[in-house]
């Protein structure tokens, strides 16, 4: 059982290059979430996506784009990359089921981004 | 001020000890409360999850939540190299589809 697999696991841009950070999730959860993680600052939501069809916009959303592909993929777009943006970025998943909607996040092993 | 409040360590401890790791907010609609785990260069994974207040253990792990107070703790018993790693606390409130994290605290068991 894969859970939640991130691709690339690390990538060098420069500045104002694009690049898409997938993710795909084989738990048939409802939910995904896209964050980033930097020193100090702990773990920020970017955007998330309650269900197929469906997204919204988290804490940082500026700078970023995602599509839900459908119920397993959730994708995260940088236009055009800024030094700003340099981070570690996490997909997670959640089930969505009865009182303990959302409260547990499974989360894939992380893309290492950094722009020059 | 931030939501989420964690002290980011490190805490350094001797095999065998008694760990705890604590965490205080200021929503007072967050119900759901969450520890997790996260080695070196790796994702967070879920250590433990608590509804509203109480107790819950497992293992050598409990975990505590103090809603009068708005604090969440973590205790380790027996403590072992192999828990060393950043711990994070996380809490959500009831309906919303979103974590909010503290910004960790990382403990190192040394043998």
């Known amino acids: 059982n894969a859970g939640v697999t991130q691709t690339p696991k690390f990538q060098v841009l420069k500045t104002g290059q694009s690049m898409t950070l997938q993710c795909a999730q084989d738990m048939n959860h409802n939910s995904m979430y896209w964050y980033r993680q930097d020193p100090g600052m702990g773990l920020r939501l970017i955007y998330y996506?309650?269900?197929?069809?469906?997204?919204d916009k988290g804490e940082v959303p500026n700078g970023y784009n995602v599509s839900r592909l459908n119920k397993r993929e959730f994708s995260l777009r940088l236009e055009s990359a800024a030094p700003s943006q340099t981070s570690v970025y996490f997909c997670?998943?959640?089930?969505?089921?009865?009182?303990?909607?959302?409260?547990?996040?499974?989360f894939g092993q992380g893309t290492r981004l950094t722009v020059v | 001020q931030k939501e989420v409040e964690q002290d980011p360590g490190p805490l350094s401890v001797p095999e065998g000890a008694i760990v705890s790791l604590n965490c205080t907010y200021s929503?007072?609609?967050?119900?759901?409360f969450m520890w997790y785990r996260q080695y070196s260069r790796k994702g967070p994974e879920l250590l433990m999850y608590?509804?509203?207040?109480g107790n819950k253990e497992d293992g050598r792990f409990t975990a505590q939540v103090d809603k009068s107070s708005k604090y969440i703790s973590l205790f380790i018993r027996d403590s072992q190299p192999s828990d060393s790693a950043t711990y994070l606390c996380a809490m959500s409130a009831a309906g919303f589809q979103k974590l909010v994290f503290g910004t960790g605290t990382r403990l190192l068991v040394s043998p």
């Open positions: 996506s309650a269900s197929e069809g469906t997204t």
């Open positions: 997670a998943s959640s089930p969505r089921t009865g009182t303990r909607m959302n409260t547990e996040a499974f």
């Open positions: 929503n007072s609609a967050f119900q759901y």
């Open positions: 608590t509804y509203s207040s």
